[in-house]
Protein backbone atom coordinates (compact mmCIF):
# COMPACT_ATOMS: atom_id res chain seq x y z
CA UNK A 1 0.00 0.00 0.00
CA UNK A 2 1.07 3.75 -0.42
CA UNK A 3 2.49 5.40 2.35
CA UNK A 4 -0.45 6.70 4.45
CA UNK A 5 -0.15 10.57 4.17
CA UNK A 6 -2.57 12.43 2.13
CA UNK A 7 -3.69 15.91 1.24
CA UNK A 8 -7.31 16.08 0.56
CA UNK A 9 -8.78 19.54 -0.98
CA UNK A 10 -12.41 19.88 -0.29
CA UNK A 11 -14.26 21.31 -3.09
CA UNK A 12 -17.54 22.32 -1.09
CA UNK A 13 -15.01 24.83 1.51
CA UNK A 14 -13.72 26.22 -1.59
CA UNK A 15 -16.61 26.88 -3.01
CA UNK A 16 -18.02 28.26 0.50
CA UNK A 17 -14.98 30.57 0.39
CA UNK A 18 -15.17 32.12 -2.87
CA UNK A 19 -19.01 32.70 -1.78
CA UNK A 20 -17.69 34.40 1.55
CA UNK A 21 -15.64 36.86 -0.88
CA UNK A 22 -18.83 37.67 -2.98
CA UNK A 23 -20.95 38.43 0.08
CA UNK A 24 -18.35 40.88 1.92
CA UNK A 25 -18.07 42.25 -1.82
CA UNK A 26 -21.01 41.83 -3.56
CA UNK A 27 -20.59 44.73 -5.90
CA UNK A 28 -17.42 43.93 -6.91
CA UNK A 29 -16.18 41.41 -9.69
CA UNK A 30 -14.16 38.49 -7.63
CA UNK A 31 -10.81 37.39 -8.63
CA UNK A 32 -9.43 34.28 -7.46
CA UNK A 33 -5.90 34.24 -7.02
CA UNK A 34 -4.44 30.86 -8.36
CA UNK A 35 -0.44 31.72 -7.79
CA UNK A 36 1.99 29.40 -6.49
CA UNK A 37 -0.30 26.56 -8.03
CA UNK A 38 -3.14 27.79 -6.14
CA UNK A 39 -1.33 28.15 -2.65
CA UNK A 40 0.05 24.31 -2.90
CA UNK A 41 -3.47 23.40 -3.91
CA UNK A 42 -3.18 22.61 -7.51
CA UNK A 43 -5.09 24.67 -10.26
CA UNK A 44 -6.44 21.75 -11.81
CA UNK A 45 -8.15 20.87 -8.17
CA UNK A 46 -9.57 23.96 -7.56
CA UNK A 47 -10.75 25.32 -10.80
CA UNK A 48 -13.90 23.55 -10.99
CA UNK A 49 -14.89 24.95 -7.41
CA UNK A 50 -13.73 28.66 -8.42
CA UNK A 51 -15.19 28.35 -11.92
CA UNK A 52 -17.59 30.60 -11.29
CA UNK A 53 -15.31 33.08 -10.46
CA UNK A 54 -15.04 36.72 -12.49
CA UNK A 55 -11.60 36.00 -12.85
CA UNK A 56 -8.70 34.61 -12.47
CA UNK A 57 -5.22 36.26 -10.64
CA UNK A 58 -1.59 34.35 -11.35
CA UNK A 59 2.43 35.13 -10.86
CA UNK A 60 3.83 32.71 -14.02
CA UNK A 61 2.29 32.46 -17.59
CA UNK A 62 2.11 28.85 -17.42
CA UNK A 63 -0.53 29.17 -14.52
CA UNK A 64 -2.58 31.11 -17.41
CA UNK A 65 -1.98 28.51 -19.91
CA UNK A 66 -2.88 25.72 -17.90
CA UNK A 67 -6.70 27.55 -16.89
CA UNK A 68 -6.85 28.33 -20.34
CA UNK A 69 -6.63 24.53 -21.00
CA UNK A 70 -8.94 23.46 -18.23
CA UNK A 71 -11.80 25.59 -20.90
CA UNK A 72 -11.46 28.91 -18.64
CA UNK A 73 -13.15 31.48 -20.70
CA UNK A 74 -12.75 34.08 -17.60
CA UNK A 75 -10.73 36.98 -17.45
CA UNK A 76 -7.03 36.39 -16.57
CA UNK A 77 -4.30 38.52 -14.43
CA UNK A 78 -0.93 38.45 -14.72
CA UNK A 79 -0.36 40.17 -11.07
CA UNK A 80 3.28 41.19 -11.63
CA UNK A 81 3.14 41.59 -15.08
CA UNK A 82 5.42 40.89 -18.42
CA UNK A 83 9.46 39.71 -17.49
CA UNK A 84 10.67 39.46 -21.09
CA UNK A 85 9.18 41.26 -24.62
CA UNK A 86 8.08 38.03 -25.65
CA UNK A 87 5.82 37.27 -22.82
CA UNK A 88 3.39 39.74 -24.49
CA UNK A 89 3.33 37.50 -27.34
CA UNK A 90 1.62 34.64 -24.97
CA UNK A 91 -0.68 37.52 -23.79
CA UNK A 92 -1.75 38.16 -27.15
CA UNK A 93 -2.31 34.36 -27.74
CA UNK A 94 -3.98 32.84 -24.16
CA UNK A 95 -5.59 36.55 -24.04
CA UNK A 96 -4.14 37.44 -20.45
CA UNK A 97 -4.16 41.13 -19.09
CA UNK A 98 -0.98 41.91 -17.03
CA UNK A 99 0.38 44.43 -14.35
CA UNK A 100 2.13 47.48 -15.66
CA UNK A 101 4.86 48.89 -12.75
CA UNK A 102 8.06 49.75 -14.07
CA UNK A 103 9.53 51.80 -17.27
CA UNK A 104 10.87 48.88 -18.73
CA UNK A 105 7.65 46.84 -19.20
CA UNK A 106 6.18 50.28 -21.02
CA UNK A 107 9.14 49.83 -23.77
CA UNK A 108 8.22 46.50 -24.32
CA UNK A 109 4.65 47.90 -24.61
CA UNK A 110 5.63 50.59 -27.11
CA UNK A 111 7.92 48.48 -29.49
CA UNK A 112 5.40 45.77 -29.58
CA UNK A 113 2.59 48.33 -30.72
CA UNK A 114 5.01 49.33 -33.46
CA UNK A 115 5.48 45.79 -34.63
CA UNK A 116 1.74 44.17 -33.93
CA UNK A 117 -0.65 47.22 -34.19
CA UNK A 118 -3.44 44.86 -34.19
CA UNK A 119 -2.66 43.62 -30.60
CA UNK A 120 -5.19 44.93 -27.80
CA UNK A 121 -4.21 44.50 -24.48
CA UNK A 122 -6.00 44.90 -21.06
CA UNK A 123 -3.28 46.14 -18.55
CA UNK A 124 -3.97 46.89 -14.69
CA UNK A 125 -1.47 49.80 -14.08
CA UNK A 126 -0.13 49.36 -10.19
CA UNK A 127 0.35 52.03 -8.43
CA UNK A 128 3.00 52.44 -5.00
CA UNK A 129 1.32 53.47 -2.28
CA UNK A 130 3.10 52.78 0.22
CA UNK A 131 3.83 48.79 -0.07
CA UNK A 132 7.04 49.92 -1.97
CA UNK A 133 7.76 46.49 -3.73
CA UNK A 134 6.12 47.26 -6.90
CA UNK A 135 4.98 50.27 -9.07
CA UNK A 136 4.89 53.75 -9.72
CA UNK A 137 5.01 56.42 -7.36
CA UNK A 138 1.52 58.68 -6.18
CA UNK A 139 4.00 61.90 -7.84
CA UNK A 140 4.92 60.08 -11.48
CA UNK A 141 1.33 57.79 -11.57
CA UNK A 142 -0.64 60.12 -13.83
CA UNK A 143 2.12 60.74 -16.12
CA UNK A 144 2.93 57.49 -16.04
CA UNK A 145 -1.05 56.69 -17.05
CA UNK A 146 -1.34 59.15 -19.20
CA UNK A 147 1.96 57.74 -21.36
CA UNK A 148 0.32 54.10 -21.48
CA UNK A 149 -2.91 55.95 -22.77
CA UNK A 150 -1.59 56.66 -25.65
CA UNK A 151 -0.05 53.20 -26.73
CA UNK A 152 -2.81 52.02 -29.36
CA UNK A 153 -2.73 48.56 -28.35
CA UNK A 154 -4.08 49.30 -24.82
CA UNK A 155 -7.66 48.82 -25.03
CA UNK A 156 -8.03 49.47 -21.22
CA UNK A 157 -6.29 50.62 -17.69
CA UNK A 158 -7.15 49.20 -14.23
CA UNK A 159 -5.83 51.24 -11.99
CA UNK A 160 -4.45 49.02 -9.34
CA UNK A 161 -2.55 49.28 -5.83
CA UNK A 162 -1.40 46.21 -2.93
CA UNK A 163 -1.93 47.05 0.83
CA UNK A 164 0.47 46.16 3.13
CA UNK A 165 -1.43 46.87 6.21
CA UNK A 166 -4.57 45.70 5.63
CA UNK A 167 -4.39 42.72 8.11
CA UNK A 168 -4.06 45.17 11.55
CA UNK A 169 -2.41 48.71 12.15
CA UNK A 170 -0.15 51.25 10.78
CA UNK A 171 1.14 53.80 13.29
CA UNK A 172 -1.71 53.53 15.42
CA UNK A 173 -4.56 53.84 12.26
CA UNK A 174 -6.22 51.46 10.06
CA UNK A 175 -4.03 49.97 8.38
CA UNK A 176 -5.48 50.99 5.03
CA UNK A 177 -6.15 54.59 5.32
CA UNK A 178 -2.79 56.45 4.27
CA UNK A 179 -2.96 54.02 0.85
CA UNK A 180 -6.46 54.08 0.21
CA UNK A 181 -6.23 58.09 0.98
CA UNK A 182 -3.61 58.50 -1.28
CA UNK A 183 -4.27 56.05 -4.19
CA UNK A 184 -7.90 58.02 -4.63
CA UNK A 185 -6.44 61.23 -4.60
CA UNK A 186 -4.56 60.67 -7.55
CA UNK A 187 -7.02 57.60 -9.42
CA UNK A 188 -10.30 59.45 -9.32
CA UNK A 189 -9.14 62.11 -11.57
CA UNK A 190 -7.85 59.78 -14.25
CA UNK A 191 -10.49 57.36 -16.49
CA UNK A 192 -10.50 53.59 -15.58
CA UNK A 193 -11.76 50.74 -13.21
CA UNK A 194 -9.91 50.00 -9.74
CA UNK A 195 -8.90 47.43 -8.29
CA UNK A 196 -7.31 47.51 -4.51
CA UNK A 197 -8.38 44.71 -1.52
CA UNK A 198 -6.99 41.25 -0.93
CA UNK A 199 -8.09 38.76 0.74
CA UNK A 200 -7.85 41.24 4.84
CA UNK A 201 -9.09 44.34 3.02
CA UNK A 202 -12.49 42.33 1.39
CA UNK A 203 -13.05 40.59 5.35
CA UNK A 204 -12.08 43.82 7.41
CA UNK A 205 -12.73 46.80 5.20
CA UNK A 206 -15.87 45.94 3.09
CA UNK A 207 -17.50 48.43 4.56
CA UNK A 208 -15.15 51.22 3.46
CA UNK A 209 -13.25 50.06 0.41
CA UNK A 210 -15.25 49.66 -2.83
CA UNK A 211 -13.57 49.02 -6.28
CA UNK A 212 -14.25 47.02 -9.33
CA UNK A 213 -12.48 44.27 -8.93
CA UNK A 214 -11.11 42.75 -5.93
CA UNK A 215 -7.98 40.05 -5.53
CA UNK A 216 -9.07 37.38 -3.31
CA UNK A 217 -6.24 35.41 -2.24
CA UNK A 218 -5.60 33.25 1.02
CA UNK A 219 -9.18 33.66 2.84
CA UNK A 220 -10.10 31.02 -0.52
CA UNK A 221 -8.07 28.27 1.03
CA UNK A 222 -9.12 28.03 4.59
CA UNK A 223 -6.64 30.98 5.98
CA UNK A 224 -7.34 33.72 8.11
CA UNK A 225 -5.38 36.81 6.74
CA UNK A 226 -5.31 38.40 10.22
CA UNK A 227 -4.58 35.45 12.61
CA UNK A 228 -4.79 35.71 15.83
CA UNK A 229 -6.64 38.73 15.59
CA UNK A 230 -9.27 36.18 14.18
CA UNK A 231 -9.74 32.77 13.07
CA UNK A 232 -11.43 30.88 10.37
CA UNK A 233 -14.36 30.75 12.69
CA UNK A 234 -14.71 34.73 12.82
CA UNK A 235 -15.11 35.02 8.92
CA UNK A 236 -16.96 32.10 8.54
CA UNK A 237 -14.18 30.71 6.34
CA UNK A 238 -13.64 27.05 6.20
CA UNK A 239 -10.67 24.95 5.80
CA UNK A 240 -9.53 23.60 2.15
CA UNK A 241 -6.28 21.10 2.82
CA UNK A 242 -6.57 18.51 4.75
CA UNK A 243 -3.08 17.18 5.60
CA UNK A 244 -3.93 13.85 7.33
CA UNK A 245 -1.33 10.58 8.05
CA UNK A 246 -1.69 7.78 10.30
CA UNK A 247 0.55 6.27 13.42
CA UNK A 248 2.81 3.87 12.36
CA UNK A 249 4.22 2.72 15.46
CA UNK A 250 3.81 3.28 19.01
CA UNK A 251 6.24 3.01 21.98
CA UNK A 252 6.25 3.38 25.36
CA UNK A 253 9.17 5.23 27.14
CA UNK A 254 9.95 5.88 30.87
CA UNK A 255 10.75 9.58 32.47
CA UNK A 256 14.40 10.37 31.34
CA UNK A 257 14.23 9.06 28.09
CA UNK A 258 14.71 11.22 24.98
CA UNK A 259 13.18 11.52 21.63
CA UNK A 260 13.99 11.99 18.61
CA UNK A 261 17.52 13.80 16.86
CA UNK A 262 19.52 15.66 19.17
CA UNK A 263 17.59 14.22 22.00
CA UNK A 264 15.68 18.12 22.59
CA UNK A 265 13.23 16.22 24.41
CA UNK A 266 13.46 14.45 27.20
CA UNK A 267 10.19 13.17 28.80
CA UNK A 268 9.73 14.40 32.40
CA UNK A 269 7.27 11.14 33.34
CA UNK A 270 6.57 7.97 31.71
CA UNK A 271 4.81 8.35 28.05
CA UNK A 272 3.00 6.52 25.25
CA UNK A 273 4.19 7.99 21.80
CA UNK A 274 3.41 7.68 18.40
CA UNK A 275 5.36 7.50 15.50
CA UNK A 276 3.81 9.54 12.30
CA UNK A 277 4.14 9.01 8.71
CA UNK A 278 4.81 12.56 7.95
CA UNK A 279 8.69 14.86 8.22
CA UNK A 280 9.79 17.58 6.52
CA UNK A 281 10.12 16.31 3.12
CA UNK A 282 6.68 16.12 2.84
CA UNK A 283 6.55 19.78 3.77
CA UNK A 284 6.08 19.77 7.08
CA UNK A 285 8.18 21.97 8.89
CA UNK A 286 11.56 20.76 9.94
CA UNK A 287 11.33 23.74 12.90
CA UNK A 288 8.02 23.43 14.51
CA UNK A 289 9.16 22.56 17.89
CA UNK A 290 7.39 20.52 20.86
CA UNK A 291 4.31 21.34 21.85
CA UNK A 292 2.73 22.11 17.79
CA UNK A 293 -0.67 20.93 18.07
CA UNK A 294 -2.16 17.98 16.33
CA UNK A 295 -5.29 15.61 16.38
CA UNK A 296 -5.14 11.72 16.46
CA UNK A 297 -8.38 9.85 15.71
CA UNK A 298 -9.98 13.42 16.31
CA UNK A 299 -8.37 14.28 19.44
CA UNK A 300 -5.96 17.67 20.29
CA UNK A 301 -2.68 16.84 21.20
CA UNK A 302 0.93 17.56 20.16
CA UNK A 303 4.22 16.71 18.63
CA UNK A 304 7.06 16.04 20.89
CA UNK A 305 11.01 16.16 19.81
CA UNK A 306 12.47 17.30 16.80
CA UNK A 307 10.62 16.57 13.39
CA UNK A 308 12.70 14.20 10.63
CA UNK A 309 12.70 14.20 7.11
CA UNK A 310 10.22 11.09 7.32
CA UNK A 311 8.62 11.00 10.50
CA UNK A 312 7.46 12.77 13.31
CA UNK A 313 6.28 12.22 16.86
CA UNK A 314 3.35 12.87 18.81
CA UNK A 315 2.19 12.30 22.44
CA UNK A 316 -0.14 9.44 23.23
CA UNK A 317 -0.30 9.51 26.74
CA UNK A 318 -4.24 10.63 27.12
CA UNK A 319 -5.21 9.39 24.05
CA UNK A 320 -6.07 5.46 25.15
CA UNK A 321 -7.62 3.95 22.51
CA UNK A 322 -4.76 5.13 20.11
CA UNK A 323 -3.27 2.81 17.89
CA UNK A 324 -1.87 1.71 14.55
CA UNK A 325 -3.59 2.90 12.25
CA UNK A 326 -4.60 5.86 13.96
CA UNK A 327 -5.60 8.73 12.16
CA UNK A 328 -3.08 11.56 12.33
CA UNK A 329 -4.44 15.34 11.21
CA UNK A 330 -1.16 17.85 10.78
CA UNK A 331 -3.72 20.41 9.59
CA UNK A 332 -7.35 20.84 8.66
CA UNK A 333 -10.38 18.49 9.29
CA UNK A 334 -10.87 14.79 10.67
CA UNK A 335 -12.52 12.30 8.88
CA UNK A 336 -15.06 12.87 12.03
CA UNK A 337 -15.55 16.86 11.46
CA UNK A 338 -13.05 17.90 14.15
CA UNK A 339 -10.88 21.14 12.82
CA UNK A 340 -7.00 21.92 13.59
CA UNK A 341 -6.39 25.48 11.96
CA UNK A 342 -3.25 25.51 9.82
CA UNK A 343 -3.43 29.24 11.38
CA UNK A 344 -2.84 27.63 14.72
CA UNK A 345 0.09 25.13 13.31
CA UNK A 346 2.00 28.12 11.46
CA UNK A 347 2.12 30.33 13.95
CA UNK A 348 2.85 27.47 16.58
CA UNK A 349 6.36 27.17 14.54
CA UNK A 350 6.89 30.59 13.53
CA UNK A 351 5.15 31.36 10.10
CA UNK A 352 2.07 31.58 8.23
CA UNK A 353 -0.32 29.30 6.44
CA UNK A 354 0.42 30.48 3.14
CA UNK A 355 3.93 28.89 4.10
CA UNK A 356 2.86 25.30 5.22
CA UNK A 357 -0.06 24.95 2.66
CA UNK A 358 2.37 26.00 0.03
CA UNK A 359 5.54 23.63 1.15
CA UNK A 360 3.60 20.28 0.98
CA UNK A 361 5.96 18.26 -1.50
CA UNK A 362 5.16 16.25 -4.46
CA UNK A 363 6.06 12.72 -2.97
CA UNK A 364 2.26 13.31 -0.68
CA UNK A 365 -0.74 12.05 -2.44
CA UNK A 366 -3.00 14.76 -3.34
CA UNK A 367 -6.79 14.09 -3.57
CA UNK A 368 -10.36 15.86 -4.16
CA UNK A 369 -13.15 15.59 -1.81
CA UNK A 370 -16.60 16.90 -1.91
Given at each position: ???????????????????????????S????V????????????????????????????D????????????????????????????????????????????????????Q????K??V??????????????????????????????????????????????????????Y???????????????????????????????????????????????????????D??????????????????????D????????V???????????????????????????????????????????????????????A????????????????V????????????V??????????????????
Amino acid sequence: MPRPITAIIHQDALQHNLEIARKHMPNSKVFAVVKANAYGHGIERVYHAFHTADGFAFIDLDEGKRLRALGCNRQLLLLEGVFSFDDLYVCQKYQISFAIHSEHQIQWLEQFSQQHPEAKFDVFLKMNSGMNRLGFTPEEYSQVWHSISQITIIQSITHMTHFSDADGERFGQDGIVYQHEIFESITQKLEGKTSISNSAAILRHSKHLQSDYVRSGIMLYGSSPDYPTHDIQDWNLKPTMSLRSEIIAIQNIKAGDSVGYGSNFVAEYDMKIGVVACGYADGYQRISPTGTPVLVDSIRTQTIGRVSMDMLVVDLTSIRNAQIGSEVVLWGCSSQGAVLSIDEVARTSGTVGYELMCAVTARVNFVQSQ
